[in-house]
């Protein structure tokens, strides 16, 4: 039974996968995948713990997100907090906060971690090896709909806790309410409660859901919206790879030197109008799709 409200098929499982059947099968066609066993090699899925993390990085000072509503009093993805990384894991594993860590690259402060991992060769992908991203989320804490900026192919692989994750291919945007100059979807939109009368475009969406057990990777296709939620309180890390056509490396390009600081120019100059803007664009542009 589906979790979410939404038009929703299971992501295909397979324990192990060839590097035929992965190019051929879901990197060409751009088909999600959760490959259970890809990982569990790792030492980081033996030592990686909330503990361990307050051992070797407590006085990390880490940047911190939560699902306030946007507003132009912050730069596009600018954080909202920031806190000591043991600081922060306390509040998380006692339940008492919505904040996130998000997109955090902890292997600069700390770079042994490295060594808890590797870069697998034996799917034909070429990964960008000086950015594996950390997430951290408490319990019933969840990531706003979104699509990554750099178009990246993405092998999200969970550690600790229960993710149930929300995907939708690039071919469904039409439907989600995307903001313009953005890789967002409009606030107002509660994808664990959907209102399909306020929103009605988002009942012809068809997407993918599953839930990630500790030691689980889930293969996000480049440009797939994403929605996260912690069931449980936990942590997964982030493996990425160059968008394989041209188009959408330049699109990457684009998104990273001129939408974001073109978005933040328009907060700065119109203040809210500007993100009230986007909303009521964001509503007719997706409901003359229907």
Not at 3 to 23: G, P, Y
Not at 206 to 233: D, I, N, Q, R, S
Not at 258 to 272: F, P, Q, S, Y
């Amino acid at each position: 039974m589906s979790f979410f409200h939404f038009d929703t098929q299971a992501v295909k499982r397979v324990s192990s996968i060839s590097k035929t059947d992965f190019q051929t099968d879901h990197y060409q066609k751009q088909r999600p995948l959760v490959i259970s066993d890809w990982a569990k090699h790792w030492s980081a899925c033996e030592k990686w713990s909330f503990e361990y993390f307050k051992q070797k990085a407590g006085s990390v000072e880490v940047p911190l997100y939560d699902n306030r509503k946007v507003t132009a009093k912050y730069s596009y993805n600018e954080p909202h907090h920031h806190m000591k990384l043991g600081e922060y894991l306390d509040l998380l594993q006692q339940g008492s906060t919505n904040y996130r860590i998000f997109l955090f690259n902890l292997m600069q402060q700390v770079p042994e971690l490295q060594n808890d991992f590797d870069y697998p060769k034996d799917l034909g992908i070429k990964f960008l090896k000086k950015v594996p991203f950390l997430f951290f989320g408490a319990e019933k804490s969840s990531v706003l709909m979104h699509y990554d900026i750099d178009f990246a192919n993405i092998f999200h692989v969970h550690f600790a806790g229960k993710k149930r994750c929300l995907l939708f291919p690039p071919s469904e945007t039409k439907y989600l309410y995307k903001l313009p100059n953005s890789l967002k979807t409009h606030d107002g939109i509660d994808f664990l409660q959907p209102d399909f009368d306020e929103f009605p475009a988002l009942q012809k969406a068809k997407g993918y859901e599953v839930t990630l057990a500790p030691g689980e990777t889930l293969y996000m296709p480049e440009g797939y919206w994403h929605f996260m939620y912690y069931e449980t309180a936990g942590f997964s890390m982030s493996l990425r790879a160059l968008a394989r056509s041209p188009i959408r490396i330049g699109k990457a390009a684009y998104n990273i030197g001129v939408m974001r600081h073109t978005e933040n120019l328009m907060r700065k100059i119109a203040g809210d109008k500007w993100i009230n803007w986007q909303k009521q664009q964001a509503i007719q542009r997706t409901e003359s799709n229907i």
